[in-house]
Every structure is written in structure tokens, then in C-alpha cells.
């Protein structure tokens, strides 16, 4: 290839690249919304440009138009005061500064064309327009914030928006949008979503309607009550198909105070206090709507009076710490939408409608729930009280109560498909009776099927509820809970008799000053509050308080649990006797509503295992500081990184050093920790051993040394007792972890030296440097200790020497070596001579053979190789006559061989590309 040719494809690719990057550009950017280009803005005839601008006024500083139609006037600089903004052409960012005040007038509004128009700053923009305010024109036209913290004020005669895909305002100030019309102009026209969220929310249309061709509303305000209204026959406030209305700070209403209804649209509403809906002719007239109200704090209401409250679709009402109203005046059913209504206080649904066909509850079914309260469904006419197509659930904390005021022919035409479990009271006029579990019964000749508190659900028959047992055994029994605990002394005991629920009721014994004792008897008792002053005692069974109270400061009061089950939402115990728990829970607060916990003394026995828990306080735990034990009471019961905080009060701080809101105080017992050894298993070295732990406790890792301590024994020696002792000062006893410690090979014996017979059969053989530490074998099977550190009377042959198996130690391999025969007898050397005597005769020059051998020292370097079992192959040392020692060669010195793997790369691939390369070149 030619050096052109390859210059000519490199552009080529360059190129491609370049182009490549380009279209993954364009395209990246056609998927950009218009609306999310910056805008070109209008103020009156001016259009904006980068700069400052300021309130047109009359008379103009240069001839032309009057201000009203200027709208803004440019300035070459910031100025020094007054309201002002400075707009970014090419963001289309205006950001205003203090009080900034635009008029418009007639066709000359505030116009957004072709993006966004971004409002930041922290100044207070207010603009006064005529036809409309804000006109966005086009679809991709919107108008946003961002990082603005200023009031949002737009008036109009006419509508205040116009157009546009988005109007989102969001500040910390407050929002005020009003139009003067008292026609069907609406606040908001074509606006496709309106999003606006301040502090305060105001929105004023005289003829009621908010909002037209608009997809999607959102108002989110957080101080104050969020109330809007509307006194139009035909226009309801809302149109939009979405309406989501918020107030964190407070109530919000919505009301049609002629004949109108409240909203053409899907409806939710979320607020911290009260929701109340009021209208004639229902909450909406969209078809199959969705509707959904949720109160954090405080209580639901609607109130109709003409038309159903709803005809289809589904309403989700919570209360979640209030009570639900709902009545109509209509002659029509007020439900026959799907509901589903739970509150934590009463429900009460009213059908005053006086003809047989205003039914409370007709066409779809659904469920309606309170925790705390009593459900009562009441309508003046005399046909069914229920009638649904579906199966409805009626579960409440109190009573079940179904009322028709006309009577009707009998008590089972009141419900239509009777609950199978359950129990409904029924009142139809003067007669009363009941369901209970399916079954229809009348107050007349009742056999009291079913009692709560004591009472028969069907003819109100009353039975003890509490009995007052005296210091003798006396027992005197009470219908009324009340009378019992007002009738009793500190000598008595108030003993439950049945399962007692009253969440509305009090018992008030805070002006007798009585002590109390309160045996539950393994019953439940609920209430809605306790008030004493002086000590209470309860125990044996589940107690449910609102709100559990003694304010006799400074004095010794007590309060204390024993065995007993508590949930109690807010405590105020400001006696200096606190609360005592023994065996028992204690549970405060909820994380639906905020409590307090007041409390000068906690005390749980250090091997009790009580537990307080509690949830969502206001400010934590407080108390007087009269108590100066409660400081070290409660160090050893908070969680682990939590800490104790005395300044004001004695209180809790969380992980993050704040007062802690959720709390739970208990004895902390290290069998319950997840405690683990690491490394959990050793070999014996003779030092000692100290494997690291790890404690977990409620899923914090603790610190060793803060948290706990930790001591070893038996660590250093084989054994099963070498363990890791847990213990800690905020602990509840300690945990003993044991680990192993097995057994260590170690080498074969080294430095053994052989000594061969003296004579060949003497059996005098030796080993030497041996010790009590060894055994040998000569079958490779049997082994002998050793008990001195040389082998005597030794015959010759091939021995195994060894490390016996010890507490710490395994049987060493074994280090092989040979005892060789000693010299030929005298009688092998000399047949004449068969008693083995010395023969001088046979000995030249009269010499005594071998007078100076001891036997022969064994020296390695023989090639002769004897193995047996047991032993490593070694090297047989071969006799000589030196009367020097060497030492005999162990299986510890068998030869190593390291074999290493040699990875050839790919040099021969490179080499042929080179050499492919070169034979190109060479063809040009």
C-alpha cells in the first residue's frame, strides 16, 4: 500500500471519528426537551438581554412608552437599592434582588417563547398583570425555579397563567397567585403542570375555579392552613386530571359553598392537622375517580348535602392519629364507591336522607378500620343500613354500631350479606339486638352470646368488671372499673376481672392521693389515661395507656411493672421514685405520633431481663435532674454508642451526638452478642495463644478495651480448656469461648551417632545421642521408650529412633540407622582355639589382636540403602576403624528437588509479524 493510499485511509477514519462524535452529539441533543432550552423572555414590549433591569416608571427616562407597557427598564449597572433583576441571556436566568415589583398591562404580559425561564434569588418578585400575568407561548414554553428563596406574588383581571408545559414555583417564601375575574376565568389556563410549593399558598379566584386544561396540580405548603373554596354552581376548584394538595404545617380545606362540586379530578390530600371537605354535590365529578386523604395529626371530615358523596371509584381516607366524620342530607346512598377508611379514633358515617333510597352505604364494598375508637354507621330511613355488592370489613378497637332511626321490618333487613365472624351492635328505633359471628340476636330472651367489658353486646346485661380484694381475703366485686379503683386503699388490691377496653375512658385518682395496686389477672386492660399521685403497682397481664401521669414532684412515687405487658403512648412521671420494671416490656410512643417521656428514675434489677422501648420522642428522654442515680442507671442500660448527657436534664445522646428520639433500655447480656474467635483453631508453638474477638451486639461491632475486656487461659499447651473470657462493665455476665490448640509435628531426631560391636555377636552395639525424649524400633512396628541418652548391648542390624507422641507434639518421623557387626571372634580366626581365648602361639610377634577396639564408629558415605517401615531412605554408613565419631545422615536431609515451569511467551508471533511487515516494505 502507498504512502498516499494510507494517508487517504487515516483522514478517512479521522474523519469518521469526528463526524462520529458530532452526530452522537446532535442526537444527544435532539433528545432534549424544548423546555429545557433556555427561553426567550418578554417583560411588557422589552425584550431581555444580559443586564440589569429595574421597574419601569412614569415618567420614562427616554421617550416612548408609558411604563405599564415597558414593563422593565434596562440599567448599565447593579443598582445601589430598590428592587431589581439581573437576567442571563443565555440561561434565560432571572434572579431577583429585594423587593422587585413588575406592572403590565393588556397584551404586553410577562411572555415565555420556545424554553425555561428560570427564577432564582432571594428577593421577593411580585408582577400585577391585566390579560394574563404569564403568558407561555408555545408548548415547550415553562417557567421554574431554582435555589429561589423569595415571595412569589402574580395578580391578573384575567387568568395568571397562560399556557406552557410548566409552572413550577418552589421557595421558602410564600406564593400568592389572585385573579380579579369574577367570570369562568381560572387562575391557571393550558398549563400542562402546575407545581407550586412554599410556605404559605394562597390562591384567590373569585369564581372559584383554579385551573383549566391543566394535566397535573400540585400545591405543597408547609406553615399554616392550606384553604381554598369556590361559591360556583357550575365550576369545582379543581379540573386538572391530578390534583395533590400537601400542608405539613397544618389543616387544609376545600369548600363549595353554593351547589357545585369540589373537583372534576383524582384527588389526594395529605396534611399534618385536620382535612375537611365541604360541598353539595360530592367530592368529584370525574368518572371512577381515585381520592385519597391522609391526616398525620388530626381528623377527616366531609360533609355533603346533596348529591353522593361518591357515585364510583375508590376513597382511601387515614387518620392516623384522629377520628373520621362523613355525613350527607342526600335522598340518594351516600357511598357506592369502594372505601377505604382506617383511623385511629372513631368512625362515623351519618345518611340523614329521610326516603328508603338514601342508604348509607350501597354498590361497591371495601373496609373500614380504627384501632382506638367505635365505628358508627346511622341514616334516618328504614331500608338497609348496608347494602353492597362485595364484602365489607368492620373492625374496630371499640364497638361496632349499626343505627337506623326509622324502624324497619326486622333487625336483618338492616345489613345485607350478614358478617360471618365479628361483632355488630345493632339499633333499629327502639329495638336492639345484634350479630354476632353470622348470627342475627335480639335483645328479647338473650342468652348473652358475646360480652365486651363485661356488657352483653345484645341486651346490655352488665357483669363485674373489678373486684377489691382486701388485706383478709375479702373480695367485693364492681360493675363500674372506676368505682373499683376510687373504692380502694393502700391495703387493697384492684383485681381485673374481664378484658376492659375504653380508649375515651380516664381513671382520675389524682385528687385522692391514693396508692394503687392493680392486679391485670391475665387480662388486657386499655384506657384512654391514668392519673395518680401517689405509687401505682401493676402486674400480671397487658396494660394500653394514651397517657400514664403523676405530677407529684419531688416526692417518692412509684411507679412500678411487674410482669406485665405495657403500651403506653406518653408518660409523665415527675415523682422521684420513676419507674421500676420487673420481668416485664414497656413500650412508649409511635412513629404515627410524636410523644413525651418524662421520667426521673429508671430502674431494671441488673439480672432482670425488662426492656423499655420507645419511639418518636419530642425531645428525647427529660426529666427534673432530682434523681443523680439516674445518670449511672442509665449508662448501663442504653445502646452501645449511645451516651449519657447531663446538663439541663439527664438525658440520652444518639450516635450522632443529638438527644435521642427512639430509645431502647435494657440489661445487655453478652449471651445474646454474636461474639467470634479469629482465628478459632492453633497449632503448639510454647507460646502463649490469643485469638482476636470480634463482639456484635444489635448490630454494632464493639471496641475491646471500651465496650469489653477479654482473658485467656489454659492458652499455651494442647487441650480442650483453652478459652477467651468476654466480659464488660455494661455487660450483663460473661461468655466463655473456647478455641483449640492441637498438636505440632516436628523433625526427625538429628545428631544420632552408631557404634558398631566390638566383636561380631558380642551385642554390644550403640547409639548414642539419644534422649528421654525418644523411642526405636527395629521392626518399624513395635516401639521402645528410651530412658537414658545412649542405647546399650545393642546387636547389630538396622534401627528406627524417633520422638515419642508427647501432650504437644505428634511421633516424629523416624531417623533410621544401622549398629554393623563388630570384628570376627578368635574362634573364627583360629579353628584350634573353638573357646574363644587368646592363642599366643597363633600370634606373630606375641601381640594381643584387637586389645584396643572398642568397637567400630559407623561414618556416612556408604552406598549401600536399607529402608524400613516407618523410615525415611537413607544412606547406610559403612564400618571403618577410626576411632573417630561422624554423625549419621536422617531422612531430614533427603535431597529437594525444585522443578520450575518456564512460560515462553509470544516472541514468535511478534517475530512474524515483524517479518511480514518488512516483506510489505520490500513489495512497494
Known amino acids: 500500500m502507498g504512502k498516499k493510499r494510507k494517508k487517504r485511509c487515516l483522514a478517512f477514519l479521522m474523519a469518521l471519528a469526528m463526524m462520529t462524535g458530532l452526530f452522537m452529539g446532535d442526537a444527544a441533543g435532539l433528545l432534549v426537551k424544548a423546555e429545557d432550552t433556555p427561553a426567550s423572555v418578554q417583560i411588557g414590549i422589552t425584550t431581555l438581554e444580559t443586564g440589569w433591569y429595574v421597574k419601569a416608571v412614569d415618567p420614562p427616562s427616554t421617550p416612548g412608552p408609558s411604563a405599564t407597557i415597558r414593563g422593565v427598564d434596562k440599567v448599565g449597572e447593579e443598582p445601589e437599592s430598590g428592587g431589581y433583576i439581573y437576567f442571563d441571556k443565555d440561561t434565560a ?69 397562560n399556557g406552557g ?29 402546575v407545581d407550586l410549593s412554599g410556605k404559605k399558598v394562597t390562591i384567590t379566584a ?75 354535590k360530592g367530592i368529584t365529578s370525574k368518572s371512577n375517580p381515585q381520592v385519597s386523604l391522609t391526616s398525620t395529626n388530626g381528623d377527616v371530615t366531609i360533609e355533603q348535602t ?3 358523596v361518591m357515585q364510583d371509584g375508590k376513597l382511601t381516607i387515614r387518620a392516623l392519629a384522629g377520628a373520621v366524620s362523613i355525613s350527607t342530607n342526600a335522598t340518594v346512598p351516600m357511598f357506592q364507591a369502594e372505601l377505604d377508611i382506617k383511623a385511629k379514633n372513631d368512625v362515623t358515617l351519618k345518611q340523614n336522607g329521610t326516603t328508603n333510597s338514601s342508604l348509607t352505604w350501597g354498590g361497591a364494598g371495601g373496609s373500614i378500620e380504627c384501632t382506638d375508637g367505635d365505628i358508627t354507621i346511622e341514616q334516618e330511613g328504614s331500608t338497609y343500613v348496608i347494602s353492597t355488592l362485595n364484602a365489607v370489613d368492620l373492625n374496630a378497637g371499640g364497638t361496632v354500631t349499626l343505627k337506623r332511626n326509622t324502624e324497619g321490618t326486622a333487625l336483618t ?114 384506657l384512654d389515661a391514668f392519673n395518680i399521685m401517689n405509687h401505682l403497682s401493676v402486674s400480671n397481664g397487658k396494660l ?39 420481668s416485664s416490656r414497656l413500650h412508649v410512643g409511635s412513629q404515627a405520633s410524636p410523644c413525651s417521656f418524662f421520667v426521673e428514675m429508671i430502674t431494671i434489677a441488673p439480672d432482670d431481663d425488662s ?50 428520639k427512639n430509645l431502647v433500655l435494657r440489661n445487655k447480656k453478652l449471651a445474646e452478642a454474636d461474639i467470634t474467635l479469629s482465628p478459632a483453631a492453633f497449632v503448639y508453638d510454647g507460646t502463649g495463644k490469643e485469638p482476636a474477638v470480634t463482639v456484635t451486639y444489635d448490630g454494632m461491632t464493639l471496641t475491646e478495651g471500651r465496650d469489653f475486656t477479654v482473658t485467656y487461659i489454659d492458652n499455651i499447651e494442647v487441650g480442650d480448656t483453652a478459652a477467651a473470657i468476654i466480659s464488660g462493665s455494661r455487660f450483663l455476665g460473661s461468655v466463655t469461648k473456647y478455641f483449640s490448640i492441637t498438636k505440632a509435628h516436628r523433625g526427625a531426631p538429628t545428631g544420632l551417632t552408631a557404634v558398631a560391636e566390638t566383636i561380631d555377636g558380642k551385642n554390644d552395639g550403640k547409639i548414642r545421642g539419644v534422649n528421654a525424649e525418644m523411642e526405636y524400633s527395629i521392626d518399624g512396628t513395635t516401639y521402645t521408650a528410651i530412658t537414658e541418652n545412649e542405647l546399650n548391648g545393642l546387636t547389630d542390624g538396622t534401627y528406627l529412633v524417633r520422638y515419642q507422641e508427647t501432650r504437644n507434639y505428634y511421633a516424629s518421623s523416624a531417623t533410621q540407622i544401622v549398629v554393623e557387626k563388630g570384628l570376627p571372634s578368635s574362634d573364627s580366626l583360629n579353628p584350634s582355639n573353638p573357646g574363644g581365648g587368646n592363642n599366643l ?67 514468535g508471533v511478534a517475530a512474524g509479524a515483524y517479518g511480514r511487515l518488512n516483506a510489505g516494505r520490500r513489495m512497494k
Open 93 to 161: 436566568t432571572m434572579t431577583v434582588y429585594n423587593d422587585m415589583e413588575i406592572a403590565t398591562s393588556g397584551p404586553n404580559p410577562v411572555t415565555v417563547t420556545g424554553g425555561n425561564l428560570t427564577i432564582s434569588g432571594a428577593g421577593n418578585f411580585t408582577v400585577e398583570g391585566t390579560s394574563p400575568a404569564f403568558l407561555l407561548a408555545g408548548t415547550g414554553a415553562a417557567v421554574v425555579t431554582k435555589d429561589f428563596t423569595g415571595n412569589f406574588k402574580v395578580t391578573s383581571n384575567s387568568n395568571v397563567i
Open 165 to 193: 408545559s410548566r409552572f413550577e414555583i418552589d421557595t421558602t417564601g410564600d406564593i400568592t397567585l389572585e385573579t380579579a375575574s369574577t367570570s369562568s376565568e381560572p387562575i391557571a389556563l393550558s398549563s400542562g403542570v
Open 206 to 280: 373569585p369564581c372559584g375555579m383554579i385551573d383549566s386544561g391543566v394535566s397535573t396540580l400540585n400545591l405543597t405548603q408547609t406553615e399554616g392552613d392550606l384553604a381554598l373554596s369556590s361559591a360556583s354552581d357550575y365550576y369545582p376548584i379543581f379540573h386538572a386530571e391530578n390534583v395533590t394538595l400537601k400542608n405539613t404545617g397544618g389543616k387544609v380545606e376545600l369548600e363549595n359553598t353554593s351547589t357545585g362540586v369540589l373537583t372534576d379530578s383524582n384527588l389526594t390530600i395529605e396534611a399534618a392537622g385536620d382535612i375537611s371537605l365541604k360541598s353539595a
Open 306 to 308: 346533596a348529591n353522593s
Open 413 to 526: 333487613s338492616m345489613v345485607k350479606g350478614i358478617p360471618a365472624t365479628g361483632v355488630i351492635q345493632l339499633v333499629d328505633g327502639t329495638k336492639k339486638g345484634a350479630i354476632v359471628d353470622g348470627t342475627v340476636y335480639t335483645a328479647s330472651g338473650c342468652t348473652h352470646p358475646k360480652r365486651i367489658n363485661g356488657k352483653c353486646v345484645v341486651c346490655d346485661d352488665q357483669e363485674p368488671v373489678a373486684a377489691i380484694v382486701d388485706a383478709s381475703g375479702n373480695v367485693t366485686n364492681y360493675n363500674s372499673l372506676s368505682d373499683a379503683f376510687h373504692n380502694a386503699n393502700a391495703d387493697n388490691t384492684v383485681k381485673l376481672l374481664v378484658d376492659y377496653k375504653n380508649s375515651s375512658e380516664t381513671i382520675d385518682l389524682s385528687s385522692v392521693y391514693k396508692a394503687v395496686n392493680l392486679d391485670l389477672n391475665g387480662k388486657s386492660l386499655t
Open 544 to 582: 394500653n395507656l394514651r397517657m400514664l401521669n403523676d405530677a407529684n414532684t419531688s416526692l417518692s412515687d412509684k411507679c412500678t411493672l411487674e410482669n406485665v405487658e405495657a403500651d403506653i403512648h406518653e408518660i409523665s412521671w415527675t415523682a422521684n421514685g420513676g419507674l421500676e420494671l420487673k
Open 611 to 660: 426492656v423499655i422501648t420507645v419511639e418518636n420522642m419530642i425531645s428525647g428522654l427529660a426529666n427534673y435532674k432530682n434523681v443523680p442515680a439516674m445518670e449511672q442507671a442509665l449508662d448501663k442500660l442504653i445502646p452501645f454508642g449511645y451516651s449519657v448527657f447531663v446538663d439541663t436534664d439527664i438525658t440520652v445522646l444518639d450516635e450522632s451526638g443529638n438527644r435521642a
Open 841 to 907: 602361639e597363633n600370634t606373630p610377634g606375641g601381640s594381643t589382636p584387637n586389645e584396643n577396639n572398642n568397637g567400630t564408629t559407623l561414618t556416612a558415605g556408604s552406598n549401600v540403602v536399607t529402608t524400613l517401615p516407618g523410615a525415611s531412605s537413607v544412606q547406610t554408613p559403612a564400618a571403618t576403624t577410626s576411632d573417630s565419631s561422624t554423625q549419621v545422615k536422617t531422612g531430614d536431609d533427603n535431597q529437594i528437588f525444585l522443578y520450575l515451569l518456564v512460560l515462553i511467551a509470544a516472541a
